[in-house]
């Protein structure tokens, strides 16, 4: 499977023998603003690295989950 951005340039390359086979579908996602996504993606990076490291009841991995979804129910699109 292949995801990419819709803002992303791609092409697809003509088939020399055999055929291809394809489905494609489109998703949206709740947030809508590129850079509140990224900084979503980050954080949540950042938050499951220390999760592992310090494990899920510490107080800190439980506050930024806490900011997290904060977050994502801010940007998010009704």
């Known amino acids: 499977?292949?995801?990419?951005?819709?803002?992303?340039?791609?092409?697809?390359t003509p088939v020399t023998r055999g055929e291809r086979i394809s489905v494609f579908f489109w998703l949206q996602s709740l947030v809508a603003d590129d850079a509140a996504r990224e900084t979503l993606f980050d954080l949540?990076?950042?938050?499951?690295?220390?999760?592992?490291?310090r494990?899920?009841?510490?107080?800190?991995?439980?506050r930024l989950?806490?900011?997290?979804?904060?977050?994502?129910?801010?940007?998010a699109q009704p």
């Open 55 to 62: 494990g899920g009841q510490d107080p800190e991995v439980l």
């Open 1 to 12: 499977m292949l995801l990419y951005p819709s803002s992303s340039l791609h092409r697809v």
């Open 44 to 53: 949540d990076q950042s938050v499951q690295a220390l999760q592992t490291e």
């Open 65 to 75: 989950m806490r900011v997290y979804h904060n977050l994502i129910r801010r940007w």
